[in-house]
């Protein structure tokens, strides 16, 4: 089956590092996703992962494990405006392009 | 540029009626997703188009939804005989190629759908 976990929220304070985790059992993998989503708000792009190892962009950075279905997505030096669901999205590749989206992990940034 | 667009931004109906929804993708983007989103969950996967065909339609939930893109760029999503489980907010995606490297799914601002 397809599976995406990630935890429901997570709060953290102003200025701190916060590591969001995420597991994953897909049919395929082509490739894992982060996307960024306010409230009320069509999700942005954050990163992609199709390697192990550590993807870094600014203040976030990914990484992935294919080996262990398992990914993080680091916020560094946070800001208020950090304050968003976390979606963690896997592509499935299994002769399709299906994308398999987690709930997504709502990140409370408090000053 | 412009970004995804999708018309109408909210949609009220009642149960047992017709609705279309419509998605602009970004020009020059040959891949078009749909999906919908409840309340505190993530993006469900509907159905996917690569040009005009529809290249998957696994996610979508039974045959009151269907989909078209005819001139591989506009694509509707039709809900028949819709019911209250329907509502949701359908969000539009597009991207550049069909999952070679990156291929960054840009979303639209979504169609919230209340079915009463």
């Known amino acids: 089956g397809q599976n995406i976990d990630q935890p429901t929220e997570m709060t953290a304070t102003e200025g701190a590092i916060v590591q969001i985790n995420c597991t994953y059992q897909?049919?395929?993998?082509?490739?894992l996703f982060w996307y960024q989503q306010h409230a009320g708000e069509a999700p942005t792009f954050l990163s992609y992962n199709v390697l192990d190892g550590l993807e870094e962009k600014g203040r976030f950075s990914s990484f992935l494990s294919r080996s262990k279905g398992y990914s993080y997505l680091l916020l560094k030096e946070l800001q208020m405006k950090d304050s968003a669901s976390y979606l963690c999205?896997?592509?499935?590749?299994?002769?399709?392009?299906?994308?398999?989206f987690g709930a997504g992990t709502r990140l409370f940034v408090k000053a | 540029g412009a970004g995804v667009s999708q018309t109408p931004s909210n949609k009220v109906t009642e149960k047992g009626k017709y609705v279309e929804l419509r998605c602009d993708p970004i020009?020059?983007?040959?891949?078009l997703y749909w999906y919908r989103q409840s309340l505190g969950q993530g993006p469900e996967f509907l159905i996917y188009f690569q040009g005009t065909g529809a290249a998957d339609d696994s996610g979508l939930p039974n045959d009151r939804f269907f989909a078209v893109r005819p001139e591989g760029s506009v694509s509707t999503l039709k809900i028949q005989r819709t019911e209250r489980g329907d509502s949701a907010v359908y969000l539009c995606?597009?991207?550049?190629?069909?999952?070679?490297?990156?291929?960054?799914?840009?979303f639209g601002p979504g169609t919230r759908l209340t079915v009463l």
């Open positions: 999205a896997v592509r499935d590749g299994t002769g399709g392009f299906k994308t398999i």
């Open positions: 020009s020059g983007h040959t891949a």
């Open positions: 995606a597009s991207s550049l190629t069909s999952g070679g490297g990156t291929d960054t799914q840009y």
């Open positions: 897909t049919s395929g993998f082509n490739g």
